[in-house]
């Protein structure tokens, strides 16, 4: 088949030229409101949070054992100490530690003010109220020190971080119950074409079942988004154009698919180019050519092409970012390594090839990729059996079982 990208007029926009267009363009929302942390996974922080303590906030034991002051420890000598209380982990132990004493302490006890160490249960004897320590013992171990964590007034968790539990548990560390983040982007999508059909329905001759709407909505879930589902919108320029311009008055994006193209009821890049502006319009990826970027009044715009896998690619690799930048988070790129290829690929130069692969792994963690399959932009299952993408650059001419290349996995588990 000739690849249609070696019929075009003028060179395609690549992949990061359209990436840098979109970094330039995009800007970011700016309202904000207060959210407690239960509320806050996955939300775009607004303001970077700083801590009021010091975390450790107490000196306190790394592990179980026996607290003690080194000054008693009798150099290269085993000796014994006399065990004169407990601090329990949320229990300090109240009274003085003298010379000749030590503690009994329990992981994360505060420990006392003239104890420097700790050690384990395991390298002491006990007999009644007096330890044994060993000649080997240490002195200023197994405590973790006052703010050796954070230190007050720290950068806990800097703004535009996507906040993750971790990052959630940080800040509740710090003893913060509340975090500004961004407001959530209100995001519209619709099929165009008049061949689809609701699922539920039955399906008439020459009609196929609308498949784009049901993954873009999995696509789209995500805690800083609110999303709406306008349906199924036919090839009809009117109707098409009233959507746009009413969808354009109440959301942040929108973003269709099919009818992208320069079919002759293809309308989608016309009708932003009569209604707004097109940034760019077609990028040269495989699948995934045609992908018209624009605005219309205040909202962004996003033509996805209508094959099913093209839809996929050109939202993981343009939208995703674009809505990363829009909501003020900041812009990652794609985990991506070398992987040794095990199948024989097809590919005509001209356009960067997200092709579909399945990865493993050896016993000596050396990665390789295999086809998932055939490949064209309308079989989902392949791209359903992948669990990444092999990216073959623009130049590429194709790739031999044995040769390297770049692999982008979807997930950080593989089977
Ligand atoms: P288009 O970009 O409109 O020319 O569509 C390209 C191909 O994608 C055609 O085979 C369409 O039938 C198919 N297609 C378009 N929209 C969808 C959709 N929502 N679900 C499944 N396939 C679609
Ligand atoms: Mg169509």
Same mark, same amino acid.
């Given at each position: 088949?000739?690849? #249609?990208?070696?019929?075009e007029?003028?060179?395609?926009?690549?992949?990061?030229?359209?990436?840098g267009?979109?970094?330039?363009?995009i800007?970011?929302?700016?309202?904000?409101e207060?959210?407690?942390?239960?509320?806050?996974?996955?939300?775009?922080?607004?303001?970077?949070?700083?801590?009021?303590?010091?975390?450790?906030h107490?000196r306190?034991?790394?592990?179980?054992g026996?607290?003690?002051?080194?000054?008693?420890?009798?150099c290269?000598?085993?000796f014994?100490?006399?065990?004169?209380?407990?601090?329990?982990?949320?229990?300090?132990?109240?009274?003085?530690? +003298? /010379? !000749?004493e030590?503690v009994?302490?329990?992981?994360g006890?505060?420990?006392?003010?003239?104890?420097?160490?700790?050690?384990?249960?395991?390298?002491?004897?006990? +007999?009644?109220?007096?330890?044994?320590f060993?000649?080997?013992?240490r002195?200023?171990?197994n405590?973790?020190?006052?703010?050796?964590?954070?230190?007050?007034?720290?950068?806990l968790?800097?703004?535009?971080?996507?906040l993750?539990?971790?990052?959630?548990?940080?800040?509740?560390?710090? !003893?913060?119950d509340?975090?500004?983040?961004?407001?959530?982007?209100?995001?519209?999508?619709?099929?165009?074409?008049?061949?689809?059909?609701?699922?539920?329905?039955?399906?008439?001759?020459?009609?196929?079942?609308?498949?784009?709407?049901?993954?873009?909505s999995?696509?789209?879930?995500?805690? !800083?988004?609110?999303v709406?589902?306008?349906?199924i919108?036919?090839?009809?320029?009117?109707?098409?154009?009233?959507?746009?311009?009413e #969808?354009?008055?109440n959301?942040?994006?929108?973003i269709?698919?099919?009818?992208?193209?320069?079919?002759?009821?293809d309308?989608?890049?016309?009708?932003?180019?009569?209604?707004?502006?097109?940034?760019?319009?077609?990028?040269?990826?495989?699948?995934?050519?045609?992908?018209?970027?624009?605005?219309?009044?205040?909202?962004?715009?996003? !033509?996805?092409?209508?094959?099913?896998?093209?839809?996929?690619?050109?939202?993981q690799?343009?939208?995703?970012?674009?809505?990363?930048?829009?909501?003020?988070?900041?812009?990652?790129?794609?985990l991506?390594?070398?992987a040794?290829c095990?199948?024989?690929?097809k590919?005509?130069?001209g356009?960067?090839?997200?092709q579909?692969?399945?990865l493993?792994?050896?016993?000596?963690?050396?990665?390789?990729?295999? /086809?998932?399959?055939?490949?064209?932009? +309308?079989?989902?299952?392949s791209?359903?059996?992948s669990?990444?993408?092999?990216?073959?650059?623009?130049?590429?001419k194709?790739?031999?079982?044995?040769?390297?290349?770049?692999?982008?996995?979807?997930?950080?588990?593989?089977?």
């Open positions: 088949m000739i690849d #249609a990208c070696s019929q007029s003028k060179p395609l926009l690549s992949i990061e030229d359209a990436l267009k979109i970094k330039a363009s800007c970011s929302i700016s309202d904000t207060k959210l407690t942390l239960n509320d806050a996974l996955g939300r775009v922080l607004a303001e970077s949070v700083h801590s009021p303590l010091n975390i450790p107490d306190n034991a790394a592990m179980d026996y607290a003690f002051a080194g000054g008693d420890i009798v290269g000598h085993a014994t100490l006399s065990v004169v209380g407990t601090s329990w982990a949320g229990h300090p132990f109240q009274g003085q530690l +003298h /010379s !000749g030590c009994r302490i329990f992981t006890a505060v420990v006392p003010a003239c104890a420097d160490s700790v050690i384990m249960q395991e390298h002491v004897q006990v +007999h009644g109220r007096n330890i044994h060993p000649a080997d013992t002195a200023l171990q405590i973790r020190g006052i703010g050796e964590d954070v230190k007050q007034g720290d950068c968790v800097a703004q535009a971080k996507k993750t539990a971790v990052d959630l548990g940080l800040i509740a560390s710090a !003893g913060i509340q975090v500004t983040v961004k407001r959530r982007l209100k995001i519209a999508h619709f099929s165009t074409g008049d061949e689809l059909t609701a699922l539920g329905l039955q399906l008439e001759p020459g009609k196929i079942y609308d498949s784009n709407r049901t993954m873009l999995g696509f789209l879930a995500d805690p !800083g988004h609110n709406v589902d306008l349906g919108i036919p090839d009809h320029k009117q109707l098409l154009e009233d959507s746009f311009m #969808a354009s008055k959301y942040d994006a929108v269709t698919t099919g009818g992208a193209s320069v079919g002759d009821a309308y989608i890049k016309e009708i932003l180019q009569n209604c707004g502006e097109v940034n760019f319009w077609k990028i040269a990826i495989k699948p995934g050519k045609p992908l018209a970027f624009g605005k219309i009044g205040d909202c962004y715009f996003f !033509g996805l092409p209508g094959n099913p896998v093209a839809v996929v690619v050109t939202f690799q343009i939208v995703a970012p674009a809505l990363q930048q829009l909501s003020g988070a900041v812009f990652t790129k794609p991506r390594f070398t040794t095990t199948s024989t690929l590919k005509s130069p356009r960067q090839d997200y579909r692969g399945i493993s792994q050896d016993e000596r963690g050396e990665f390789f990729v295999a /086809s998932a399959g055939q490949q064209g932009s +309308h079989l989902l299952s791209m359903s059996q669990d990444c993408y092999i990216v073959l650059p623009e130049e590429c194709g790739i031999q079982a044995g040769d390297k290349v770049i692999v982008e996995p979807f997930s950080l588990r593989i089977e």
